[in-house]
Structure formats: structure tokens, C-alpha cells
């Protein structure tokens, strides 16, 4: 059973911290902190998955964005899209895409999320 945090409170640990080591699977802040996006539940044939980019190091966080949920257009299932900016001011330093599948014919879920040390924070789910 996975633990699941508020999405307020994710926010909350990302302010005022700097971004000083990246990939598509990953962030890393000055405090050691390491941000991840995982599918946090799912079942069949239902997947979630994200990547970050457009990742600007050194910058101070002063903002992160609350997920912008769009359906994709799917003939046979229910696909979701999220998008995710963190600021620095006004400016994006970072952006997070994160993809749920509802599998074969859209009779399954999946949930994805960043997670924190074992702590998942739902950014899109798909039903």
C-alpha cells in the first residue's frame, strides 16, 4: 500500500530551494532532496510514467504550478496528460509531463505521482 501526501504539501517542500542536478527521470535539490515521478498504482494493463525538461539549474523555486489535466483523444481507452511548471518569479525553470493510461479498452486505472521519499503525491490518474 502505497503513502500518499497532500499535493499542497509537496509544493510546500520544493519552495525556496535550488535545482543543482537533473535528468528526465529525476530532480535533485540543494538539500538532497530527490524528486521522482513513478506510477503509484495501476492495474492490467493500465501504466502511468512522466520526464522532466526544459530544467534550468541554480535557479530559486519560488513556485510550482498545480497539474494541467488534459484527455488525449484515445479510440480505445482513456489517456490523461499533466503538466507541471516550477518557477522561478515568473519564469519556468522546469517542466514535468506525466502521462496516465487506463489500459485495454479503459476498464483499468493508473495513477502517476512524484514522489519524495516514499511519499507519492497523485499528479493524474486515469479511469
Known amino acids: 500500500m502505497r503513502k500518499y501526501g497532500d499535493y499542497e504539501e509537496f509544493k510546500k517542500q520544493l519552495l525556496y530551494k535550488r535545482i543543482v542536478e537533473w535528468d528526465k527521470d529525476k530532480l535533485v535539490l540543494d538539500d538532497g532532496t530527490i524528486i521522482t515521478i513513478e506510477c503509484s ?6 501504466y502511468a510514467y512522466g520526464n522532466f525538461k526544459d ?33 522561478h518569479n515568473q519564469n519556468p ?15 483499468y486505472y493508473s495513477v502517476g505521482s512524484f514522489v519524495i521519499k516514499d511519499i507519492h503525491y497523485k499528479v493524474v490518474e486515469a479511469y
Open 55 to 87: 530544467v534550468k539549474l541554480d535557479a530559486v523555486i519560488t513556485n510550482v504550478s498545480d497539474p494541467i489535466v488534459k484527455n488525449i483523444p484515445d479510440r480505445d481507452t482513456n489517456v490523461n496528460e499533466a503538466v507541471i511548471t516550477i518557477y
Open 93 to 107: 525553470i522546469a517542466l514535468a509531463e506525466c502521462i496516465a493510461n487506463a489500459g485495454n479498452g479503459g476498464y
Open 41 to 46: 498504482d495501476s492495474d492490467c494493463c493500465a
